[in-house]
Structures are given as C-alpha cells and as structure tokens.
C-alpha cells in the first residue's frame, strides 16, 4: 500500500519453504494413517494394490517427472532473459498436468466401473481392509490431484506475468516459488506410486 | 498526503486514502490489523461468555424450562468452538504479535503484509462458516469442540459445516505463524540479534513453529471427517476396517500442541510486564528463551494424555505420563524466572502488574493440577468430570485470559495513546478474581466429587456448589463488564497517555503513542539486550 517497495527474495523464498513444510505434513497425516492401516492389514494391501494399474501409474509418473523438469527449465529460460522460451516451457508444464489428470480420470472411471468406489455395493463384499485401502486410495490420490490442480492455477497466474513482463529476468521469485510447489506436487506422487501401485 | 521526515502521522490517522471501514478492511499496516482482530475476537468474546453464562444458569434447574438438553448440547459445543478456535488459538498472537512483534524487532511491518490481512479474512470467513452452522442444515452441532468420530459422523447436525469453517480457521493460522517467523528471520533491525530480542518475539517464533507444525494435522483430521460423512470412506468407521482411535490420535497431535498455541504467546506478554514494573532486567533471559522452544518442542509429545481412558496400550500410556510430566518443567522455570526477576526489584504497582501477577497465580492452579491428571490413577478418576472443565478454564482462561487482561492493560496506552481509570480497572479485578475462583475451584471440587461433564442434569448432592459456581460466574461477568467499560470509556475520553506511561525500555515505548505509520522515524541500531533499564536510570 505504501510507496515502499519492499523486496526481500530470500525472505519470499522461505515464506514458501515454510509453507511447504505445512503441505508435507498434511499429506503427512495422511501417510500416518496408512503406515497405521498397513500394519494392521498387511494381506488386503497386497490384494488391493493388485487391483490397480501399474503401466498407467508408471507413465503418470514420468509425465509430472517430465513436467517438473520444464519448470527448470523456464527458470533456466528465465535467467537467460529468455521470454518466449518461459513462456513455452510453462506451457509444455500446464500441459504435462492437464495429461496427468486426463489419465488418473481414466483410472478413476475404471475402479467406478468395476464397483471400486467408497460405499459402493460391491466393496462393501470385500473384507473390511480392502475398504480402508481404497478408502485411503480415492482420499491421497484426490487431495493429491486438487493439487495438481492448484499448482496449475498458481503456474498459469505466472505465466500470466510473464506475459506481462512482472515476472522477468531480474525479478522472477514468483516463477521460483511457483516452481517450488510444483516439485512438492511432484514429490508427493513419488511416495504415492509405491504405496499404492506396487504395493501388491 | 504529504508529510516531512520527522512528522509521520499516526497509524490512526493515515487511512490510505480511503474512507471509515474500507481504511480499515483493506489496511495491510500490521498495526490495524492487529485492532482489527482486537474488535472481532470482543465481538465473538462476549457471545462466547455469554453462552457460558447461560449454561450455568441451567445447572440452577429452575431455568430447564427454557434451555432443553439437545439445546445445552449446542451450547457447550458452541461455546467450546468459539472460545477455543476464534478466541484462545488465535488469541494475543494475531492481536499484540502483529501489533508489537515488528515493533519490538525495530521493523516497518511484518514480511508479507498482505498476506497478513488475508489471515484475517481467513479467520473472519472461518468464524462467520461455523457461525453460519448453528442456524443451517440440521441444527447447531451438538458434539463438543473435539468432533469425536463415530458420534460426529452419524449425528444429524450441521458437523460438516462447522468442520469447514475450523478448517479454514486452521490457514489463517498456519499464514500467520509462517508470516511471523520470515519476519524474525528477515527484519529484525541492525544489531537486534537472537539473543537481544524482547522475549515476547521468541515465545512468538516457538508458537510460530507450533502453528506450522501442528496445524496441517488437524486440516487433514477435518478433511477426513467432511470426507467420511459425505462420501462414507471408512478410514474412522469399524465397520468398514477403519479405527475411530485413529480419529483421536490425529486430533489432539494437533489440538494437545494448540494448547501451547494459546498459552505461549501469553508468557511472552507476561515476560514484558514483569521487568518493566520491576525496574529491572528479566531474571534467566535465555531459561526462558528456551523453555520457549523446549515447550513447543515436548509440549508436541504429549497428546496421548487426553486419551489414557480409550484404550491405549499400557507401554504409551506411561509415556505420555512421563512426558506430560515433563513439559511442566519449562512452565515451571518460567514461573521461577518471573517471581525472582521480582525479587528486590522496585516495583511500581500498576494495573498490568495487578492482572500479571494474577495470571502466575491462576495459571499455577491449572498448570498443577494438569500434573495431577498426567499420573495415570488419577486421571481415570477424574476423566471427562468437572475437574477437567476446572482444570482448562484455569490454563486458558485464568492464564491466556488474565494473560491477555494484562497485555491490553499494559500496551493498550501505546496502542490507542490513551490512559485509563486505573481505579475502575482495580475495582474491577475483585468481583472478577473472586468470581473466577468460585466458578472454576467449585469446577474442580465438582469433579473430585464425582460430577460429569457435559451433563444436562445433577444429582443433589452437586446442587449447592453449582448453585456456588454459578453464583462466581455472576461476580465473573460483572467484573469484565467493568473492565471492558472502563477502556471503551477511556477509547473516547481518556487522557493522553504519553509515550511511555509506564517506564519501559523495550523499542515499543521510544516512539510516540499511537505509533506512527511506519513505525519510526529512521530504523534504531541495537547495542543492547532488551531489558537494560540501568540505561535509563543514568
């Protein structure tokens, strides 16, 4: 609001450090619960981890690997002065994103399909550990993919400021940050492909 | 607006070009946001007394006509979430830590003022949510604050919404925990090192760390009971394979550690009062530096004793004992800190003091008998009694809330550069001292007797001491209608307060009352620690 223009980089940096800190430990909570679950029914993780596809959840990961590797490389972009190059390689990003969510829905519709879906009429036959997994499934992948979601939205404000030239060679924290919290989103499927997929 | 270098206007005055609220609601001076969450938490203060009010009012049981059971249900729910999430968690944080913190560090504001005025649009748009949930939907929740599973899926009351509106609450408050420790990394004035700050900005940094570490838990605690009623995912249902003790692990991982959210901020307020009218330097600076840290650090280890009587294996309830035990040890050197920072100190006797003091007496009282119920056999007696209700009503109200008493007493001429009627604020203090100690030590007599909590109706042999009890919450609210006339009257009509009223030498009391806009006039360099008072003598 003042004419000030404060600007403290390294601050902004540890702003966002410390609010990844508070996302890892809300994915935490989660990871506790499972450990927990797991422990208690080690067989019916095993079963329900067979029910899900590792070829689509392998490819998911290389596309968001792929996708946080173009985030470097718009910043790398970025501090060359680079402009349409940023502007492409967010691009490729959001893209990348979008493929992710596109194929975790197929996913999705198929356990629908089959009748694997929380109070659905078919798992309730299945024994009670089975439900707490795929219970645990739709709840970590699906807060997961909100953040997918979010990090798209925060990536294409970015890319809206780049546009614009806000966000340029001599003053790109915001691409940074942004970038940051694409890797948490990232970092976060890394764990949730061997929890579930190759749980089995 | 125009102004020379050596005459800012006061934080009052500059209005940033717009008009009556809106130079409020779109403010990011830290110091009008701290008075703005000052007028919304008296807002929601007095709503929440006064439903207390009235359920002591129903244990005098000619008043059941008017209040039913599932209605004092909603009461004690409601005026445990009020109380708890929007007036003790957020508590003298986001009012004198946004006010004081970039204050007393030598800042012009704290790191991302923006963000800070969304933490209160944040708070504002949680506390209207689960406000909007006792009128909407099924009916106000009648669960108590901690949202027990399985009762609080299969209840038909409005749960959801009230979850969502705490949920919300839960980023105003990790935002502002992250905004204070950038903040005290990144702006702390040339030579204000770690070990000059006042101790307020290092028990606000050990609750910062607190708010970011604990807080996400009780988020995805929340999400999943939302999660569970509407979609039925069963990780807390026993039929579906899930486990409601999981339930209560996750929620008091956060909501044990919020205890220390509440009560942490309020020894940081009561660190800068007892020098100042000491006239002298804080007795064990770095004790109490790090009993900070060390109380935010075991004060996260001890949840589990909240659930001694759930079934718990043998093994983890003797360390929760044990580590309930031994978080009282930091509190307790505090307490020693104050009391010798007092001894042959000159002591000018001034209200602040008056309610300081009251503070380490009544927190004292709750902070023991929170020890007795950490050893197993007596917390099985007296699980889910009175003596519970007693206990907290002692650590959050006889301590955050004297605490808090004290800390607007003490800053309240900075902030507003007005002096109150000392007299009115001493008369005051006796029908609510002595009022304070016959509702909440009848509480605790109750409970030792065997009165449950919670519960719609007594037997006789409990009717005297509720009548008692009841009686004390009469001499309670009388005496903070008192107190809070008294600085409402002063807002208006006070005398001018001076700079510095009170002989502080803290940075806050170096510049005018009320404040100016950015603070000062040029930022100080720290050669100092905080509390030299010798300086001032000479």
Not at chain 2, 107 to 130: C, E, H, Q
Request: glycine share 10%.
């Amino acid at each position: 609001m003042s004419g000030h223009a404060h600007r403290d980089d390294v601050g902004s940096k540890l702003g966002m450090w410390l609010f990844l800190v508070t996302e890892m430990v809300f994915f935490g909570g989660l990871f506790i619960a499972y450990s927990y679950m797991r422990h208690r029914y080690p067989a019916e993780f095993h079963l329900g981890g067979a029910e899900l596809n590792v070829t689509l959840g392998v490819i998911n990961t290389l596309v968001l690997l792929t996708s946080s590797l173009t985030v470097v490389l718009s910043i790398v972009a970025i501090q060359r002065g680079e402009k349409s190059r940023v502007m492409g390689f967010l691009g490729m990003t959001l893209g990348l994103g979008f493929l992710f969510l596109i194929i975790k829905s197929f996913e999705w519709a198929a356990k629908f399909h089959h009748g694997l879906y929380p109070n659905a009429p078919h798992l309730a036959t299945l024994p009670p550990g089975e439900q707490v997994f795929f219970g645990l499934y739709f709840v970590m992948t699906g807060l997961h993919a909100l953040h997918v979601v979010a990090g798209m939205a925060v990536l294409t404000w970015i890319l809206r400021k780049v546009a614009k030239d806000e966000v340029r060679q001599d003053r790109y924290i915001h691409l940074e940050n942004g970038g940051l919290y694409w890797h948490l989103v990232d970092v976060i499927w890394i764990f949730l492909l061997p929890l579930f997929y190759l749980a089995a | 607006m125009t102004y020379s270098a050596t005459a800012q206007p006061s934080y009052l005055q500059n209005t940033g070009g717009r008009k009556g609220l809106m130079a409020w609601l779109t403010s990011t001076d830290h110091k009008r946001i701290g008075v703005l969450y000052l007028v919304s938490m008296a807002g929601f203060f007095s709503v929440g007394v006064g439903i207390g009010f009235v359920m002591r009012l129903v244990q005098l049981t000619t008043f059941q006509k008017l209040i039913t059971a599932q209605t004092y249900n909603a009461l004690f729910t409601v005026h445990g979430v009020i109380m708890i999430f929007l007036l003790v968690i957020p508590g003298l944080g986001v009012v004198f830590g946004n006010f004081f913190l970039p204050i007393l560090i030598g800042a012009k504001d704290v790191a991302f003022p923006r963000l800070n005025l969304a933490s209160w649009y944040f708070y504002m748009t949680g506390a209207i949510l689960a406000i909007l949930s006792l009128f909407t939907g099924g009916g106000a929740p009648d669960t108590g604050w901690t949202f027990y599973v399985p009762f609080s899926l299969k209840t038909g009351t409005n749960v959801s919404l009230a979850i969502f509106g705490a949920f919300i609450l839960g980023f105003s408050s990790m935002l502002t925990g992250i905004n204070f420790i950038t903040t005290i990394h990144r702006l702390r004035a040339p030579g204000m090192k770690w070990f000059r700050m006042p101790l307020m900005c290092w028990a606000l940094y050990a609750t910062a760390w607190v708010q970011i570490l604990a807080t996400p838990i009780l988020a995805i605690t929340l999400v999943l009971v939302i999660l569970e009623r509407l979609f039925g995912i069963g990780i807390f249902d026993p039929a579906k394979g899930g486990d409601p003790l999981l339930y209560q692990h996750l929620f008091w991982t956060y909501s044990h550690p919020a205890v220390y959210i509440m009560i942490l901020p309020a020894m940081g307020a009561i660190t800068e009062i007892i020098p100042t009218f000491a006239g002298r330097t804080i007795f064990g600076y770095k004790a109490i530096a790090f009993s900070s840290m060390a109380i935010a650090g075991v004060g996260s280890l001890v949840w589990g004793h909240h659930m001694f009587t759930s079934g718990m294996s043998e093994f983890a309830n003797m360390l929760f004992s044990l580590l309930t035990m031994i978080v009282a040890v930091p509190s307790a050197i505090k307490v020693f800190n104050w009391v010798s920072t007092l001894y042959k100190g000159s002591i000018d006797f001034q209200p602040p003091l008056l309610f300081a003091l009251t503070f380490i007496f009544l927190f004292c009282i709750g902070g023991l008998t929170g020890v007795m119920q950490g050893a197993l056999a007596v917390n099985v007696n007296v699980h889910d009694t009175y003596f519970i209700v007693g206990h907290f009503h002692y650590v959050m109200f006889g301590g955050t809330g004297f605490a808090f008493f004290a800390a607007l007493l003490y800053w309240f001429p900075k902030m507003f550069g007005k002096m109150y009627s000392k007299k009115a604020i001493y008369v005051s203090w006796f029908p609510m001292f002595i009022g304070f100690n016959m509702l909440y030590f009848g509480m605790l007599i109750l409970g030792v007797t065997g009165m449950p909590r919670r519960y719609y109706v007594h037997l006789p042999q409990f009717h005297p001491m509720h009548v008692f009890a009841t009686v004390g919450s009469w001499l309670l609210v009388l005496g903070l209608l008192i107190y809070f006339g008294t600085l409402l009257y002063a807002l208006f009509k006070g005398e001018k307060a001076g700079d510095n009223p009170w002989g502080g030498v803290t940075l806050e009391w170096t510049i005018p009352s009320p404040p100016p806009v950015e603070n000062f006039e040029e930022i100080p360099t720290i050669t100092t620690g905080p509390y030299h008072f010798a300086e001032v003598e000479k």
